[in-house]
C-alpha cells in the first residue's frame, strides 16, 4: 500500500509538472528600448500565418495589448508606430511515462536480512499520459529594418475543456510572464537572453 501511494503522488506530481508555463526572451542588446513607446501589430499578419480559431486570435491579441498599455505603450494604427508586433503558434503531442513499484503480499514466509526484512512480492505500475503542449512565440520587429529586436517564448501544456474564461486568464499569465522581461534592462545579461518556468 506504501509503495502504491508513493506511485501515485509520483505522478501527480508528474502531471503538475506539465501545467507549468515554461518562458523564454531574447532581445538585440544594441537597440535603445528605452526609445520605443508605440506599437502597431503587422498588418495581414494571419493571411501569412492564418488561426484557425478567431476566437484564439482575438484572446492573444486582448492579452499582449493589455500588458503593453499597462506598461505605458500606445498602439496606434499609423506608421509611425516604434515597433510592430507579431505572434504565431505551435502545438506538439507529448507523452510521458512512470513506472512505480510496490509490495504485494508476502511471500511463504519471511527472511531477516541486515537491513530489514525481504521476501515480499513486487509488482510494477507503469502509466502512460498523452498531453498536448502548445507555444506562443511573440515577436517585435523593427519598423525600419524588419529585424527582430525582442523574441518570447511561452510554452505549456493545452486544456481544451477549459472554459473561455480560464483559457483568457491562461493566456494572460503566459504573456504577462513573457512581458515582465521587456523592456529589458538597459545592462542585461550580455547575451541578451533569459528562461525561467513558473
Known sequence: MHGLLCLLVFIMASVIGCSQIRVNTDYDPTVVFSDL???KWIPDLQKNFPVEN?????????AVDNQLVAKGYKKVS????????????TTQKRHT????????????GRHWRRGGVYGGSVRAQTHVDTYETGTLILDFVDPATKKLIWRGTAQAEI???????????RLNEAVGLMLEQF????QGRSEGETEFVK
Open 78 to 89: 499609423t506608421e509611425t508606430a516604434n515597433f510592430h508586433v507579431a505572434y504565431y503558434l
Open 37 to 39: 513607446n508605440t506599437y
Open 97 to 108: 511515462v512512470t513506472t512505480g513499484y510496490y509490495d504485494y503480499g508476502y511471500a511463504s
Open 183 to 186: 523592456p529589458p534592462p538597459p
Open 159 to 169: 486544456d481544451r475543456y477549459a472554459s473561455p474564461q480560464a483559457k483568457q486568464e
Open 54 to 62: 478567431s476566437i484564439l486570435d482575438s484572446r492573444i491579441r486582448f
